[in-house]
Nanobody
Framework: VQLVESGGGLVQAGGSLRLSCAASGSIASFNVIGWYRQAPGKQRELVAT???????NIADSVKGRFTISRDNAKNTVYLQMNSLKPEDTAVYYC?????????WGQGTQVTVSS
């Protein structure tokens, strides 16, 4: 399984970006799929994920600003990020947990300028 992220870039504070994660296989087969991020000098942290019951798990720091969605027909998961803040600057990774393995994308850089 390959996960390919896109949509990162440089944006001013208050702006928006939409990240995409395209999977080489069916995203419906994963137990969990979603987004993590890692800022310089910090640990990787959960941003937003879909669970096996199709509910969402969203970090408190992004609630009300970020929205996770999915298109099973396109095998793609999205992260709509609004009202971006400088502290959202990080490399954003797509993650998928299958029955036997944990998959990661290569990451996409998001930089928010103040």
């Amino acid at each position: 399984v390959q996960l390919v992220e896109s949509g990162g870039g440089l944006v001013q504070a208050g702006g928006s970006l939409r990240l995409s994660c395209a999977a080489s296989g069916s995203i419906a087969s994963f137990n969990v799929i979603g987004w993590y991020r890692q800022a310089p000098g910090k640990q990787r942290e959960l941003v937003a994920t879909f669970t096996s019951s199709d509910s969402t798990n969203i970090a408190d720091s992004v609630k009300g600003r970020f929205t996770i969605s999915r298109d099973n027909a396109k095998n793609t998961v999205y992260l709509q990020m609004n009202s971006l803040k400088p502290e959202d600057t990080a490399v954003y990774y797509c993650n998928a947990v299958g029955r036997w393995a944990n998959y990661w994308g290569q990451g996409t850089q998001v930089t928010v300028s103040s």
